[in-house]
């Protein structure tokens, strides 16, 4: 009974982490959000956002990056116990 | 006081120089520390890890534009961002490590800038980008020595493109964005950037030991 529930437990919990791994990634793109920075960056520079406008949205994406940041630290060490 | 560092900007050939000017972490000269044929660009700074900021990518900018046309002017090879020795040193030992690849560097940019050529399309149009993407870069390559694709990080990019230019032909290939700007001025702007340091047809690869 023992084996059986390790059998199917262990690989559950293993795919379980993966789909978190990919929500986490789909979810916290970091790509995504210091692609958005520079492009708020240039829609300044071309006059076409205020300056405080700017800031605002520069604030937001950095608070969205540092989320992000800690979310794939977390997973990754999470990871790396299993392993 | 706290332990100074050096700050190193880029490389030129051998030559003494000490530039009073606002360098990366508040320094306030930039000056050379040379190993035989080779000098780096350097400053002195506090810290081992200065911060990425904006103001410091400007400063680490600034330095390398103004060494570009001191006097005569000369051709840098520029290092990226943030490299900082302990002292003078294991940046020897860089120059020493890099000597070759760092002439071979000097030899081939003798004499070139680069500029940053970016293509934004309104919100609204209905242009169309490839057909805009194709002119305009081909007309760019037939005035530059070399060209480098940078992302399109936005949706509404259609070039960004970074072109290695010979100082003698800077005006042809001004002409050459003017003619664009003016071109597409319906539907599209232009961000001309630069001259900067040839940083984008560099890639030089040391260890410091």
């Not at chain 2, 919100?123 to 060209?147: F, G, H, P």
């Not at chain 2, 992302?151 to 003619?179: G, H, I, K, Q, W």
Request: glycine share 4%; hydrophobic share 35%.
């Amino acid at each position: 009974m023992f084996l059986l529930d390790d059998l199917f437990i262990r690989p559950f919990t293993s795919i379980l982490t993966v789909i978190q791994a990919m929500a986490v990634e789909e979810l916290y793109d970091r790509d995504e959000i210091k692609n958005d920075m520079k492009e708020n960056r240039l829609l300044f520079e071309l006059g076409e956002r205020s300056r405080a406008e700017y800031e605002r949205r520069s604030e937001e994406l950095q608070t969205q990056l540092d989320v992000a940041n800690q979310a794939h630290e977390t997973l990754s060490t999470k990871i790396q116990v299993k392993q | 006081m706290s332990e100074e560092y050096l700050y190193a900007y880029g490389v030129i050939e051998n030559e003494e120089l000490g530039i009073d000017i606002e360098g990366v972490e508040g320094a306030t000269r930039a000056y050379t520390v040379d190993h035989r044929t080779l000098s780096a660009i350097t400053s002195d700074i506090h810290t081992m890890d200065p911060e990425e900021t904006e103001e410091n990518v400007r400063a680490h900018d600034e330095v390398l534009q103004t060494v570009m046309f001191w006097d005569e002017g000369r051709t840098v090879v520029p290092m990226q961002f943030g490299m900082t020795f302990k002292n003078e040193r294991p940046l020897k030992n860089v120059l020493r490590g890099g000597r070759r690849a760092f002439t071979q560097a000097l030899r081939e940019m003798d004499g070139m800038v680069e500029f940053g050529v970016k293509l934004i399309v309104d919100e609204e149009t209905t242009i169309d980008r490839d057909a805009v993407r194709e002119s305009t870069t081909n007309r760019l390559a037939t005035v530059s020595e070399q060209e480098a694709q940078n992302d399109l990080f936005s949706d509404r990019l259609v070039v960004n493109r970074s072109y290695l230019v010979n100082r003698n032909e800077r005006s042809a290939f001004d002409s050459a964005v003017d003619t664009i700007t003016d071109e597409y001025s319906d539907s599209v702007t232009v961000q001309y950037t630069g001259p900067w340091a040839p940083y984008n047809f560099v890639d030089i690869e040391i260890s410091s030991q």
